[in-house]
């Protein structure tokens, strides 16, 4: 798992680092101490830590103008012994709303596994985005199927299109795009 590297091709776009308006603002990643572990294995330590021991995520791109934010993960999405969902809704979620963040794309193809619990905080971030959306691309099939089964299919879009979004061929702005353009024929608009 070491070697698994968030997505680096937009950082000539984006640097959450850099971004005075990111929750990951002024943060130091080194390219050779790993320190942050999922259970006994070590990730590369690009990745980004936001509360769980089990789950890591990168910012790869929050455009304010358009209001979207791409985030990448890493690990166990575990709710029910981590709740993960509120360290990702309080520590990263909230601070981009506020900023004007109201559309999400998630990637999860390195999300290994999930656990569900309740869906209050899935419930709460849909809520908080009345305009906008959640939408989950890329992600393990067993790992939607479980989204399915605890509900969470309610708050965050996924399926189709978006289970094989071929992202890494685009830019940050194209992906937003066409992720507008799947969510547009979702909801008729």
Avoid at 39 to 50: A, G, K, M, S, T
Avoid at 156 to 185: A, C, H, S
Wanted: with cysteine; proline share 2%; glycine share 6%.
């Amino acid at each position: 798992m070491h070697n698994l590297e968030p997505y680096y091709n937009w950082r000539q776009h984006y640097q959450s680092e850099s971004d005075a308006q990111s929750p990951f603002y002024g943060r130091e990643h080194s390219e050779f101490d790993y320190h942050n572990k999922i259970y006994n294995y070590l990730i590369h330590p690009q990745w980004d830590e936001f509360g769980s021991s089990t789950l890591y995520m990168k910012l790869l791109m929050a455009d304010y103008q358009n209001g979207f934010a791409v985030i990448e993960f890493i690990g166990e999405w575990n709710d029910a012994v981590n709740n993960d969902i509120m360290w990702l809704k309080r520590e990263v979620i909230e601070s981009l709303i506020e900023e004007g963040i109201d559309k999400y794309i998630l990637i999860g193809e390195n999300v290994l596994n999930f656990h569900s619990s309740d869906d209050c905080y899935y419930e709460e971030w849909f809520q908080e985005v009345e305009n906008g959306w959640v939408v989950a691309i890329n992600f393990r099939e067993h790992i939607l199927q479980e989204f399915q089964q605890a509900n969470i299919d309610y708050y965050i879009n996924f399926g189709g299109e978006l289970d094989t979004l071929g992202w890494r061929t685009m830019t940050p702005l194209q992906l937003y795009e066409k992720v507008v353009e799947i969510m547009g024929r979702r909801l008729g608009m």
